[in-house]
């Protein structure tokens, strides 16, 4: 099994910046990519960022390019996002997961099986 602790979030203002840790606990071989998921209230969950662990290839979503930065430990227990340039609509609950991971994409959310319980993230205008 594998337990998933997130940790960092906070209230920052627009344009601001705020870096989320996740670490985890448990066998290293259940999961090969962890990543970031956010949902704000009355909309979907959506994937952010992830990185596939072994060979610590990052995936971003179109609205984190640029803009967020995931990375990980030497262990490869722990995983980081730092986010830049934080916007409004940022504002969210952000979420740490990980999975064994296909090859069709590092944001798949179906395929991981480990979650955290989630940090919010408020951005203010």
């Known amino acids: 099994q594998v337990r998933l602790a997130e940790s960092g979030g906070g209230s920052v203002q627009a344009g601001g910046s705020l870096g989320l840790s996740c670490a985890a606990s448990?066998?290293?071989?259940?999961?090969?990519?962890m990543g970031w998921f956010r949902q704000a209230p009355g909309k979907e969950r959506e994937g952010i960022a992830a990185?596939?662990?072994?060979?610590?290839?990052?995936w971003y979503a179109d609205s984190a390019k640029g803009r967020f930065t995931i990375s990980q430990n030497n262990a490869r227990n722990t995983v980081y996002i730092q986010m830049n340039t934080l916007k409004p609509e940022d504002t969210a609950m952000y979420y740490c997961?990980?999975?064994?991971?296909?090859?069709?994409?590092?944001?798949?959310?179906?395929?991981?099986?480990?979650w955290g319980q989630g940090t919010q993230v408020t951005v203010s205008s």
């Open positions: 448990g066998n290293p071989y259940s999961y090969n990519a």
């Open positions: 997961a990980a999975g064994l991971l296909g090859d069709y994409g590092l944001l798949v959310q179906s395929e991981y099986k480990y």
């Open positions: 990185i596939r662990t072994a060979s610590d290839s990052p």
